[in-house]
C-alpha cells in the first residue's frame, strides 16, 4: 500500500500564501493520479484540484481556479499545492491522494486509492 505524506501546512493570514508538499517514500508519484482535498469542520472532505495520471493535465475546483496551482517535481518525487490569495474558507485538513484510473482526473473521492493522513490550514488574521 502507497503511504502519502502532506506536509507544509499552518496558519496564513487572509491574502497570504501556502505550499504544500506530497511525498511518498519508495513509490514515484508520476505513476498515479494525484489529487488535493480539503475537509474544514463540519463538512465533508471536498476535492480541490488534482493531476491526472499519464499526461498530468490539471482539473480545478471553481473555488481553486486562478488561486491554487498544482506541480510535480519528478526529481523530488513530490507534488506540490501552491494557494495563493488565500481566505478563510480555505480553513481546513487538507489531503492529498493517489489513483490508478487513466483519463483526465477527477474531484471526487472515489476517484483515488490510498490517502495521506493530512496537514492543517488555517487563514486567519
Known amino acids: 500500500q502507497l503511504q502519502l505524506v502532506e506536509s507544509g501546512g499552518g496558519r496564513v493570514q487572509p491574502g497570504g500564501s501556502l505550499r504544500l508538499s506530497c511525498t511518498a517514500p519508495?513509490?514515484?508519484?508520476?505513476?498515479?493520479?494525484i489529487g488535493w482535498f480539503r475537509q474544514a469542520p463540519g463538512k465533508e472532505r471536498e476535492g480541490v484540484l488534482c493531476i491526472s495520471r499519464s499526461n498530468r493535465i490539471p482539473n480545478y475546483a471553481d473555488s481553486a481556479k486562478e488561486r491554487f496551482t498544482i506541480s510535480h517535481d519528478n526529481a523530488k518525487n513530490t507534488v506540490y499545492l501552491q494557494m495563493n490569495s488565500l481566505k478563510a474558507e480555505d480553513t481546513g485538513v487538507y489531503y492529498c491522494?493517489?489513483?490508478?484510473?487513466?483519463?483526465?482526473?477527477?474531484?471526487?473521492?472515489?476517484?483515488?486509492?490510498?490517502w495521506g493522513q493530512g496537514t492543517q490550514v488555517t487563514v486567519s488574521s
Open positions: 491522494a493517489q489513483g490508478y484510473r487513466q483519463g483526465l482526473c477527477m474531484r471526487d473521492r472515489s476517484y483515488y486509492d490510498d
Open positions: 519508495g513509490f514515484r508519484l508520476d505513476d498515479y493520479a
